[in-house]
T-cell receptor
Framework: DAKTTQPPSMDCAEGRAANLPCNHSTISGNEYVYWYRQIHSQGPQYIIHGLKNNETNEMASLIITEDRKSSTLILPHATLRDTAVYYC???????????FGGGTRLMVKP | GAGVSQSPSNKVTEKGKDVELRCDPISGHTALYWYRQSLGQGLEFLIYFQGNSAPDKSGLPSDRFSAERTGGSVSTLTIQRTQQEDSAVYLC?????????????FGPGTRLTVL
């Protein structure tokens, strides 16, 4: 699995966009970038994934740099319920097993 | 629709006792994963099942841990002779298949406390 690096914490004002960065400079050509989040006392929740192109779904947008060495998860209008730990991962194993590191603790404030 | 369910939600046991944790995956999902998460820590992979293939047990921390998946659906994680260091939240996830790209859907977890 490619090593990923994320800031340990971020704050965001409610209603504003939350931009969460992730560095994955050792990522290989066939490794997808996944984002999951974990709200306190709940199981992890899938958000989005991408390979090369930018992706958007009902939850978020994922912007991947052209060299694929970094990406940004964008929550366009953060709400208090988006307060969680966000994990960026790039699994590269036959079974797609996930390993979460520290992640970014996002605090959305009113 | 129904998501991944796990039972019990909480389990308190005494050191040395055996425990069984249950996971009901999403119907139709061929891949099932067990993870554990110690307090304030990240996610640790334990074992996964893919269809009828032999499970990947590479993450099991000791031979006290075992898991079964009957009929390609429900799975049971068994911990024998529990130790205090086994205390953690045990999470189950399922996905359509065990290949990239495939999103995993997690259950709420079982919080195990070994006294």
């Amino acid at each position: 699995d490619a090593k990923t690096t994320q800031p340990p914490s971020m704050d965001c004002a409610e209603g504003r966009a939350a931009n969460l960065p992730c560095n994955h400079s050792t990522i290989s050509g066939n490794e997808y970038v996944y984002w999951y989040r974990q709200i306190h006392s709940q199981g992890p929740q899938y958000i989005i994934h991408g390979l090369k192109n930018n992706e958007t779904n009902e939850m978020a947008s994922l912007i991947i740099t052209e060299d694929r060495k970094s990406s940004t998860l964008i929550l366009p209008h953060a709400t208090l319920r988006d307060t969680a730990v966000y994990y960026c991962i790039a699994p590269n194993n036959a079974g797609n097993m996930l390993t979460f590191g520290g992640g970014t603790r996002l605090m959305v404030k009113p | 629709g129904a998501g991944v369910s796990q039972s019990p939600s909480n389990k308190v046991t005494e050191k040395g006792k055996d425990v069984e944790l249950r996971c009901d995956p999403i119907s139709g999902h061929t891949a099932l994963y067990w993870y554990r998460q110690s307090l304030g820590q990240g996610l640790e992979f334990l074992i996964y099942f893919q269809g009828n293939s032999a499970p990947d047990k590479s993450g099991l921390p000791s031979d006290r841990f075992s898991a079964e998946r009957t009929g390609g659906s429900v799975s049971t994680l068994t911990i024998q002779r529990t130790q205090q260091e086994d205390s953690a939240v045990y999470l189950c996830a399922s996905s359509l298949e065990a290949q990239t790209p495939s999103e995993q859907f997690f259950g709420p977890g079982t919080r195990l406390t070994v006294l």
